[in-house]
């Protein structure tokens, strides 16, 4: 399957934007990235393992968060994950 890395993450993947992993399940897959790329681990995950909560994971249009069996849904070769960090910041301009 496919993951997709966003652009400030990218710089832990050797500058790759989509990396293919072999895995059973969402987990699986995660785990299979950041066995290959370690630098991403501390990023992606919580000392105690547990996903950031400020990544968002999504497979294929769906949030991992809402699916039923989380982390542990079941993947396919033909699906893609894709991690996007959640961005928070100061005023627009549109508020000025």
């Known amino acids: 399957m496919k993951i997709h890395i966003p652009t400030p993450l990218r710089a832990y993947t ?3 934007e989509t990396i293919g992993v072999t895995a ?3 987990s699986g897959a ?4 950041t ?3 370690p630098a ?6 919580t000392p105690e393992g547990k996903t950031r909560s400020f990544v968002n994971i999504y497979l294929n249009d769906d949030d991992v968060r809402y ?3 989380k982390e542990a849904a079941p993947v396919q070769e033909s699906d893609e994950l894709t991690i996007i960090p959640s961005i928070a ?3 627009c ?3 000025l």
């Open 24 to 26: 059973e399940n969402v």
């Open 67 to 69: 699916l039923p069996e």
């Open 93 to 95: 301009s549109c508020c």
């Open 30 to 33: 995660l785990d299979a990235l």
């Open 35 to 37: 066995t290959q790329f």
């Open 40 to 45: 991403l681990r501390q990023h992606l995950f």
């Open 89 to 91: 910041g100061g005023c």
């Open 14 to 16: 050797e500058g790759k």
